[in-house]
């Protein structure tokens, strides 16, 4: 795989909600000890949560950056208020890269380059250069996309970089409700945050008793953990640098390790998957939206 | 004649629901083409070139616009028939388009300067960045809003953007960010964003099991309904899951939206049509629901109270509500 | 116009939403001799591919496909075979082997949404409407009929366009038939349910049936009459 430019991992946005001690813990970990090289950082699912990280915000920063890792500020999938409005424009005004999820941030980066986050629809060729020409200078792909439009979009195309999600589970849908609210007996608006209770989300099952979706507040996401790692030659050949690591409550340092390992050509995508599976339990691998098949089949590449 | 309320605008699967809605007094029926270039490809659904010719002339005919909705995203590799859907519905005269994809977005306005431009509910524009985004950039005229805001909500956006804004006042609670949600494609494979059909009816079955009846979707068991129990449509989102042991309507349950009783709302939010919803829907639906719209719209119109509606037997789950207009809903 | 009469009949009707005789109809397609409802059945497809072309034509362009259609208060079903040239509409007892789905309702929920009365979202969701099996199919057939304003009185009343005569020879005899059996249902169900004391009321019924029939019988004069007038009017 050494004959390509070097591939770049990446740690998507945190999208469950953890308390700030254990975000400190986990960046601190990630600056100290993860082969990634870039790292999101920021609220994605829902502004009630924005507080519980702005205590440690700035000491994560300089750690990860003083550690040479990029970091990218994410920003909020589902915007309405004029306040999550004014959250976008005051990163969009400081020096770091920002992710926009939300076409309000396309709208508010403009005139400076920026990252399109997966939960803005770019699924050909039309958008992309829409976006190229608004100074997107990245673009997260969406994750229902199938290996041959990554190909068509990413392919052969040196004006922007191409990152796709390789591990975790996969957003599926963002909403004004709050699930997590509503499992509780709850509304959105008297939440109490009862998503911190769960460090991966809360689990829905069908009511033939199997594990389908987990509930993330206002995001659903799916049961199982996408596993990229015998696709990922494909994807570099396809065009894609970036290999995005979505956060999950389990050790993301080995994680990160395993496809670091598998990038650099040191192991192969069978042991790996071997390894992780160690790493995740239970929960069932998923890679079917590469397929262009159900999202949540699994493919042996 | 009084001056217009609110535009009423009106859903047509078929031709045959275009001449119904026409007839019950739409002031706008849309539609679309017999492919994937829209969010409701059904089988035996939706309208050819000819078709959709006659449709025009016979809506023109009685001061009726139509609007085209070429509002899915094209997958990589292939946009040219969203390219040629556009040219088709500007060929046959179409009032508008109505479109959610950027790069079909930036196409139309290229290449068809002079056709009007809706932003579909697909395209997810909930903020007004984003809806600023749109009208710069394409010239996009009328917003057609999630159905995901509060009255107050829309009420600001309207003040921010000055843009016209369409409404859903009849039809599904989508409680999901439309246009932006694989639910369906994550249990079927295809995707409503770029294949136009949520639970798609390829996927879905139904089994009776002791008087009880199953709705599957793919492999995956959304729902059961004993004997007599309303039923809910099979995508995932009215599906029943269970969190802490517990069976219930997670996202959303069997119910439909019906904003008939807060018109008056609406319009003092400044909004500038309401849609409804149900291309999917037949014409005896368009005929009833339109009908009690436009009753309900020419009363108000008069300053009068208007008379009273009998939608429920229409709705999903032959239940009400007024969805995310009223702020309890989330 | 070689059609003239019945695309006169259906857009004519069109507009006139009153639900068809349905006591009649229902007493018919019960007691009426099978090979006779066979033939009827496969007569009325036959006339709406002159009435409907587009109709046969959309059905025929479905994906291939047999769909049980069974109707819960009469003693048999039918088989309708789309996807193919030409389409066809069989009675059958049990469902067929090649079907591929199975739509099940009252004959009143049936020819509702055949004519278009109804929404078929608002059936299911009223439960009114049963389906399974192959949902892609079905939906289909049910946007394809939607398409058309269909009455099945005047598709019946059109099969009596050529053959007027035999046809209306045909009904009397068909009236009188249900006079007779009709009477000898309701002896046979009142020595069965005799404690019954609700159930089917088939006097009601059957009087009802009659104010039908002298209904129909009245339209389709004036149908004939006014057919006759534009006839010589062409000719």
Redesign the interface.
Known sequence: MNAHSPARLTLGPLLFHWSARKRRDFYLRIADEAPIDTVYLGEVVCSKRDSEFAGVRVEVIERLRAAGKEVVLSTLALVTTPAEVEAIRAVAGGDLLVEANDVAGVQLLAGRPFVVGPYINVFNEGARDFLLGRGAVRIVLPVEMPAKSIAVVAGGDARAEYEVQVFGRQPLSVAMRCYHARAHDRTKDHCQLVCGLDADGLTARTIDGSDILTINGTQTLTHGHAVLLAELESLRAAGVRHFRLSPQDLDMVAVAGLYREVLDGRCAPDAALAALRALTGEVPFINGFLHGREGLAWTNA | MSPRYLELVCPA?????LHAAVDAGADTVYCGFRDCTNARN????NFDADELREGIAYAHGRGCHVLVAVNT???????APWHRAIDTAADAGADAVIL????????ATRRHPGLRRHLSVQ????????I???R??FGVKRVVLPR??SVE?VA?LVAATGIETEVFAFGSVG???E?????S?????L?P??EGACA???H?????QDGR?LSRL?G??????G????????TP?K??????GR??Y???E?IGLNAIKILPELKAAGVTALKIEGR??????VTQVVGDFRKALDALARGTTPPASGLK??????RETFG?YH???? | MRFGFATIVTSKLAMDSSPPPLALLRGAATVLPRPLLARLADAVVRTMSRSHPKLLANLARLEPAVVHVVPTDLPYGFALEVGCEPVRLTLVDERPAAAGAQVSGSVAVLLDLLEGRIDSDTLFFRRDLTITGNTEVVVGLRNVLDREELRLTDELGALCGPLRPAARALGRAGERMLQRLGARVAALHRRLHPALPEGPDIGAELARCHTEIAALTARLAALEARQKRRDERAA
């Open positions: 699967g078929t031709p045959a629901a059904y089988p035996g659904l995203f094209p997958p990589a590799g292939n946009q959610a994809d950027l790069g079909v977005l930036d196409y395209a997810s524009a909930a903020n007004a960045p984003s600023a985004f749109y710069d950039h995901v805001l909500e600001e409680p999901m960010s246009g932006r949600c694989f639910l494609s994550y249990l079927t494979g995707s964003t770029s798609p009816a390829s879905v079955s139904y089994v009776e009846m793919g995956t068991t959304l729902n059961c309904f004997r007599g129990e309303p039923a809910a449509y099979p989102c599906g029943r899951y269970v969190t802490h069976a219930s997670l996202f959303e069997p999917q829907r037949s014409r005896a639906y037997g229409e709705t999903e789950g032959g995310a702020r309890g809903w989330r």
